[in-house]
């Protein structure tokens, strides 16, 4: 398993570098915006770097939390990757030079957060399975690939319903995931349907998409859309 490192053990550019004009200030505004969501508070200690005090304040719900530190993350592996583009070749339209002094102003800001499991809402339990899931079947996500030849669809879905019973601990949410026939994605109990000839299938709006699927004998399809009687 390999990891893209991304800021968290940098301390600033090691040279100016030019972007797209109003990068700077975007910067800036992802790194209060968490701020002001979380309230995260800055710390300085002498002439060492500004750090985050991650203590939240008192009205952050659990779904706030993990849609900022979503969104925060997001941003910075999106950031990192531009950077390297721009570094590489000067981006189109209007640019802005970022300094190395500037640099130094945002970067303690620019590292990936996390957050506890038991802050965790479904949501956030969902895109983390499906992350797995995509890791598993040689997709690169959030910076993480899979240093080993991809499993295929059936051994990724079993890895994860193992990650789902027994690592994780299910038993805060009330939904299963598995892989529907013919696809290659992780889908939630919600979404799917369960087929006495075909197994774990996609919406019912897609039954009878199934090679050898008999549709009138397909127990879905006559749920949602009727079936003659022998």
């Known amino acids: 398993m390999s990891f893209k490192l991304f800021f968290d053990l940098?301390?600033?550019?090691?040279?100016?570098?030019?972007?797209?004009?109003?990068?700077?200030?975007?910067?800036?505004?992802?790194?209060?915006?968490?701020?002001?969501?979380?309230?995260?508070?800055?710390?300085?200690?002498?002439?060492?770097?500004?750090?985050?005090?991650?203590?939240?304040k008192d009205d952050v719900s659990d779904a706030t939390f993990c849609e900022v530190v979503w969104s925060h993350n997001a941003f910075v592996r999106s950031l990192h990757d531009n950077?390297?583009?721009?570094?590489?070749?000067?981006?189109?339209?209007?640019?802005e030079i970022i300094t190395v002094e500037q640099s130094r102003d945002f970067f303690p800001g620019l590292r990936q957060l996390s957050v506890p499991y038991e802050r965790w809402t479904e949501d956030y339990f969902e895109e983390k399975l499906e992350n797995i899931y995509d890791i598993m079947r040689g997709r690169n996500?959030?910076?993480?690939?899979?240093?080993?030849?991809?499993?295929?669809?059936?051994?990724?879905?079993?890895?994860?319903?193992?990650?789902?019973?027994?690592?994780?601990?299910?038993?805060?949410f009330p939904k299963n995931y598995d892989v529907p026939r013919g696809c290659d994605y992780l889908a939630d109990s919600e979404d799917t349907a369960w087929c006495e000839q075909m197994g774990f299938c996609v919406h019912p709006n897609d039954v009878g998409e199934c090679d050898g699927c008999n549709?009138?004998?397909?127990d879905i399809y006559c749920e949602y859309y009727g079936c003659d009687e022998d």
Not at 39 to 49: A, L, M, T, V
Not at 146 to 169: C, H, N
Not at 215 to 218: F, I, L
């Open 215 to 218: 549709v009138e004998k397909c």
């Open 83 to 95: 950077l390297r583009k721009w570094a590489a070749e000067k981006p189109d339209g209007e640019t």
């Open 141 to 172: 996500r959030d910076g993480v690939s899979f240093d080993a030849e991809p499993l295929s669809e059936e051994q990724a879905a079993g890895v994860v319903l193992l990650f789902q019973e027994y690592i994780v601990g299910h038993e805060r």
């Open 10 to 56: 940098a301390e600033s550019f090691m040279e100016p570098i030019m972007v797209p004009a109003g990068t700077y200030k975007k910067i800036l505004n992802q790194i209060e915006s968490v701020e002001n969501e979380l309230g995260f508070k800055r710390e300085k200690h002498e002439d060492n770097q500004w750090h985050w005090q991650e203590t939240l």
